[in-house]
């Protein structure tokens, strides 16, 4: 019997696609980054919050990967920055051709840097590359500690991770957050990888988050 | 151009599993359930305040799922019941075929109720039934209310749906968290849902949750 590796198929599919999109933003000279969490880790409020912080200072445009609603978008929208909605339809993760489509309906120009929301899932999503720069994993401290060594791929491919919702630590909610055991067994991973504790809602941490960005993410 | 159509082929491998996982549970008389949710909701906790709610009630074992570490499986063992881990090494989900060979290594003889708690990942897990007679979706309130509508599959599906870390609203860390519109979103995706609001950690709501293992999920 023939054998079909579709794994291989698919992914190099993807892959073209990914490949596309990152020689038209090299061209254009757009930086982009691919952000990937669990749902609820706070993507989106980081995302308004940036944008904020960041105004007047370095444009940035969103492209939303949800399996539905345009929720999301509108969040961003009401920062006055574009944001495109990719809806999967119950897909666990975007795809580079569904990216390059909302790129293509971006005001690219008249930004320098694109960030992708991905679908809220830790796993799946770190498998498909979008034509990004880079991966910036966010990891809430309500989820726990030990998600580095248990979610150990995505870690390990970003170039960025921010533990969001440090405010939580000080009021003694998520107490049972061990900060340095969760970067340590980051850095365990990925030696490289820049961290951010962060909490968007309060403001604390978003210096550095947002000097990172400038500094690095405008071509 | 043959078309191979490759998602059906695998859902049927899978089906074929789960049937067999299903009718072996059924001759038995043992129940069991598939717990999904994101990474960090608390199903691990849950599971072991449950245990220990139920001891000498209802017998529980557990089939922990996770992509790396036994860290899961210990947890659940320091409760004296019997878990067996299994290791995805990558894959975002479990499948009917891993669960058969867990099943087998549990001392079903001396249980009631299996309780399968499934990757950390709220999209995937909900598409591969693994021979359950029903799946319950776990949703912390630090994720917010919105995810029964982004996520809709996985709340359609289910038959319980646990609102788990409520201490949480009560300290007013996820303030933002509308407790009966997330309850009325759910609902409304799937009528017959039946809803435990709970904490695992400060045991507020875990009464309502264990009768309603005891009294449905013993044969």
Known sequence: MQK???GRTILSANEQHALKNARMLAEKRKACLNMISSPGSGKTT???KTIKHLKGQLRVGVIEGDIQTEIDADRIRATQAPAIQINTEGACHLSAAQVSKALAQLPLDDLDLIVIENVGNLVCPGAFDLGENGKVVV?????GDDKPIKYP???AKSIALVINKIDML???VSDDFDLDKAMADA???NKDIKIFPLSAKTGEGM???CDWLKTNWRF
């Open 139 to 143: 990891l809430s401290v309500a989820e």
């Open 170 to 172: 000080a009021m003694g």
């Open 46 to 48: 980081l995302l308004c």
């Open 4 to 6: 079909v590796d579709v």
């Open 207 to 209: 210096d550095a988050w």
């Open 153 to 155: 791929a995505i870690f």
């Open 187 to 189: 850095k365990r991973l």
